[in-house]
């Protein structure tokens, strides 16, 4: 049984490393994190001898169990445990796009941008760039970069491939108004609005585009309608003040 496990992890093994054929284009550090902690999974292949993992069931058991973990310790901000458990289960599905995103969060987490952006390069090609949360990772890891136009590039992919989405308008709203293209941003929040009517967070942001734009018929039309979802909103006084001060 110890051998035939051994093939099963070994032959899991060389999926994943195939997956490195992606080193050829130029994926720094990263390559040799992955490759590292794959070598751990090999010298440790004995203590899995208890699991028959030649189960398709049982391996996907196994990999709902490690993403289930990985959320854990997301969550309580571990993120270096996160990641680890996130290499186990490529181990076992090197083509699972969730375990990927989490990897993702993990990197972020970790303030490691370079490696959750090109985590998600790769999945650009997994899912044949078409896969819109891929373009809005990319997109949030431009805006924390300050690379605001890449951003904004990013963002309009994504809402290329999905036009129903809410948050990728607030988010696209958010960006031009940090380049001060504030009646784009109103454009792109208005669209969002649509999407999702009674959502705070956006009347919210339309409220305090209009202050800046000086609109305050407008502003009071959305504060108000604010109020009528979220009056128990504790920014309500201060963005009446806003308004009133135009």
Not at 50 to 73: F, G, W
Not at 217 to 233: A, H, K, M, S, T
């Amino acid at each position: 049984l110890e051998a035939k496990l051994k093939r099963d992890i070994l032959q899991q093994l060389t999926a994943v490393q195939k997956f490195f054929g992606w080193q050829k284009w130029s994926l720094g550090g990263i390559i040799q994190l992955w490759q590292n902690r794959l070598l751990q999974l090999e010298r440790e292949y004995k203590r899995m001898t208890h699991r028959d993992l030649s189960s398709e069931v049982k391996k996907s058991k196994v990999l709902e169990d490690l993403l289930t973990n990985a959320k854990t310790y997301l969550d309580k901000e571990e993120f270096g445990k996160a990641e680890e458990v996130l290499i186990d289960a490529l181990a076992l599905n090197d083509h699972h796009r969730e375990t990927y995103f989490l990897l993702v969060q993990a990197y972020q987490g970790k303030r490691e941008l370079e490696h959750a952006k090109e985590t998600l390069e790769y999945l650009l090609r997994l899912t044949h760039h078409e896969d819109p949360k891929v373009y809005q990772g990319l997109a949030q890891i431009s805006a924390e970069r300050g690379n605001l136009k890449e951003a904004e590039e990013d963002y309009l992919r994504s809402i290329s491939l999905d036009e129903n989405n809410y948050v990728y308008y607030l988010q696209l709203a958010q960006i031009y108004q940090d380049l001060e293209e504030f009646d784009k941003a109103l454009e792109a929040a208005k669209k969002s609005l649509i999407l999702a009517p009674n959502n705070p967070k956006i009347l919210d942001f339309l409220v305090e585009l209009s202050a800046i734009l000086g609109d305050k018929e407008q502003g009071f039309d959305y504060l108000e309608r604010l109020i009528g979802v979220n009056p128990d909103n504790n920014k309500i006084d201060l963005l009446r003040k806003k308004l009133e001060a135009i």
